[in-house]
Every structure is written in structure tokens, then in C-alpha cells.
């Protein structure tokens, strides 16, 4: 890239980053014949990365946004919106790169911000962040020889936080998503973006972990840590192995203050790959869908069952008239298997459902009572994420009748059925837990609690059992939810 191009990059506000990954590599200088860049080059021992910035940041844009602030988006809301704008403070420190942020109450602001993108065909389809372009009226694409152009959105994925936007043309520079080799702990890469609105910019480091999980809301994202610096403006910007190809879409760092600390998290190249190619073909990402809550089994869940931990993933509630429902799943059930795959957390329930197609069959594998069974749910097609955070949003019950008082919570027997937590002392486990007054205990156990005696009840027959937590099932913000509380402390 010249330095022409670099500044008024810079100018304009787009915004490269660039990561490396490899174990043993070479780079030399090989010349691109149908306008794809970073084929792996000829045998070389380099000093630097200059070779492979200048190879690939053709490929890397920066995209513009006028649009409306958002929302809390449904698929990251565990994340603070992180943009052009200014970090939106608290805890958890995971920012999103882009976008603005209104409050509920009042309308939402013109938003103008900047993100980054990558070509990834000949004739103008752009990868980026779903967060970019989520609220976008206009999209303006800036690339690295100082052309503007204007983009439209082809889809976009709230669930994975990718999208796909297109510009008119052909014979742009493109690079390829590596989906041949893993990459590693260690290995190096490179990082292309538009931090800060700065314009193009490259940084270098390595892999520093695989697989993270909830650095985000999201099910079907187990994020690449990479402490190549990135910030705001790197969204949806590339990071690249030493041979060019694409290894991870930036989208999130741990960040105290607000700017790079070396802990950034990409999308990785598969998920993207197999993202944008759906997207690219309907528009949209269709996924498999049962119908249930599901929740993890942590050891305290575990021990209340007599199951070991981290194993199956637990069913806290069914969508009445839904494919669990109609299969015969029910609330309690443990799923240890779908089709040949055994499961070993909630995501991983999540991914492999919504690999299946609608009205195929999942052999499910439970565990009911003690007893294993296999369930057959036909598969439906899972709702936008944005209909799914919409009925989760209800409320809890209420009323007041037979008063108790049992592990440190006051009860009330709920004439909808189950016991309504009144009150909860703060010294106890059940506050710990996040039980708060409102939320409705529906089952203790295997037992249905109509009343705090069926609750007092399930205590007793855990005790007696030696077991060192009841499992309650729990309505709580509008979700059934299985929570585990201690039996070892007095009641009152």
C-alpha cells in the first residue's frame, strides 16, 4: 500500500487490522492472476511482514455508516456496545467495536461510525460485522487506493454477529478464508483494520487461546483470543495467517478502559466461512430448532442429580406446541446424545441442532428418572434471535397466601400454580444464586411445589438422601430455569 492510500485512509477513517498465524511458514512474492491475493507464496525467510501487509491490505476495506443508534443488541447484550463513540463503561469489559447506543427511553440518535470489512470474491462481496451495519441506512465502503463506494447489505447473522454487504464491479482483490488447517496456540498473525478511524493499519501477534466460550451471547461462537492490538474500528476487519488467508473476524477485546490491552477476540474463519456463504445464497441463516431451554450442568447441578459434571445438557422448559413438546421432552430432562454426538454442554446441544434441516429427525439420547431413553424430535426452523429475546421478555407471578420460610426464602403459595418467592435474605445461598422476590419455584426435585410444605418437603427428602443441594426449577424473568441451591444451611 502506498503511502498515498495509507492517509487518506487514515483521513477518511477506515481501518485495517491485520493477525498472523503459522508455526513454520515462508513468504516470498507471488503475483496474483485472477485478483485473488494472499495465494501461499514462493520459499523465503522474511525479516518482517511488509511482504504480506502490502499482499493483502488490497483486500481490506473500511466501511462508513449512517444510520440510527441502537439498542442493546439481542445476540451480544452481554457486551457493552463499543464504537466510534465512546465505551459504554461497567462490567463485563468485552466491547464490541462499533455502533452507538440509545437509551429505551428516548429516540434513537443519527449514528455515523466507521468498522472494517474484507473482500472476499472478485465482484464485491464484503465480509464484516453485523454490529456494523445492523441499523445502517447508508453504507459507504472506502478501499485502500482511495476509492468510495456505495454498498448495499446482502444479509446479516445477528447470532454469530457477521454479515455480508456487496459494491457494484468486478476485478477487486479478494482473500481466501483458511479452512484446511487449524490454527494454533503460539502461531503467529496479523491483524487489518481501521482502529480509531485512522485508516489502514496492520498489527502482529499470536494465537494466545482457541476456543473461547461466552464472550458473548452467542451459541454458535467459540471465540480465537489473539493479542494482535485491535480497537474500535477494527470490527469486522480481517486477521490473517502468514500466508495471506484469513484465520479470524475481529469483534470484541477485554478491555478495562476501553482500548486494546492485547486481549481481542475474532470469529473463526470456519464459522465465518460457512456464515457468509449463507448469507450470500438466501439472504439469511436458516437453523435447526427443538423448541427448549436448555441450560449447563455445573457440578452443583451435577451433585443434586447424581451425574457427573459437565456432562448432557439440562432442559429447564419446553415451548408448549413446539417440537420438544410435541416429541414428549419435558422440563428435567438430561441430553446426552443427538444423533452419534455426545453432548457436553448447552452450546454444544445448540450447534448441533441448528446444523439440522427443518422436519429432520434428531435421535435424542436422555436421561429421565435414572433411566435412559431416546426421543425423536423433528426438527423446526429456530426464530430470528430478535423473536426469541422477545419471549423471553415476560414477567414473573405473584399473590400471597400460606406464608414460610425456607432456605432463606419467604414464600407464598401461587394460586397460578408453584410457591412465589416473597423475600430473600441476603446471607443466603438462593441470593447468591440471583433468586429475587417475583420469581416463581414451580418444582423441587422431582416434585411439583403447589405450596412452601411441598417445597420444606423436597429439602427434607434431599437431606435424607445426603445430597448437598435441592434442585429447584425456577420462573425467572420470564425463563424456566434449573437452579441449584445448598440444604446445609438452617432455615429461616
Partial sequence: MSNKGLFAGAAAGGLLAISIVAGSWTIGHAEPTDGRVGEPPAAGAPASFADIVARVAPAVVSIDVEGKASRAPAAFSGQIPFGSGGNGGGAPDFHQFFGQQAPDDQPAPKMEATGSGFFISADGYIVTNNHVVENADKITVRTSDDRTLTAKLVGRDPATDLAVIKVEGSGYAFVDFENRAKPRVGDWVIAVGNPFNLGGSATAGIVSALARPHVSGSNYVDYMQIDAPINRGNSGG???????????????????????????????????????????????????????????????????????????????????????????????????????????????????????????????????????????????????????????????????????????????ANPEGGVTIEGVSSDSDASDKGLQRGDVIVRAGDQKTDSPADLSAAVAAARHDGRKAVLLLVKHGGRRLFVPLEVTEADG
Fill in 238 to 412: 480481517p486477521t490473517f495467517d502468514v500466508y495471506g488467508r484469513v484465520v479470524g473476524v475481529n469483534t470484541a477485546i477485554f478491555s478495562p478502559s476501553g482500548g486494546s490491552v492485547g486481549i481481542g477476540f475474532d470469529i473463526p474463519a470456519d464459522i465465518a466461512q460457512s456464515i457468509s456463504q449463507q448469507l450470500i445464497a438466501s439472504g439469511k441463516v436458516t437453523r435447526g430448532y427443538i423448541g427448549a431451554t436448555i441450560q449447563d450442568v455445573t457440578p452443583e447441578i451435577a451433585e443434586s442429580m447424581g451425574v457427573s459434571a459437565h456432562q448432557g445438557a439440562l432442559v429447564a422448559d419446553v415451548t408448549p406446541d413446539g417440537p420438544s413438546a410435541t416429541a414428549g421432552l419435558k422440563s428435567g430432562d438430561l441430553i446426552l446424545q443427538v444423533d452419534d454426538h455426545a453432548i457436553t454442554s448447552a452450546s454444544d446441544l445448540t450447534r448441533q441442532v441448528a446444523l439440522a434441516r427443518q422436519g429432520e429427525a434428531l435421535r435424542l439420547k436422555v436421561r429421565r428418572d435414572g433411566a435412559i431413553r431416546e426421543i425423536a424430535v423433528r426438527s423446526g426452523v429456530r426464530p430470528s434471535e430478535t423473536m426469541l429475546a422477545r419471549n423471553d421478555a415476560g414477567g414473573g407471578g405473584g399473590g400471597a397466601d400460606d406464608e414460610g420460610k425456607i432456605l432463606g426464602m419467604r414464600l407464598a
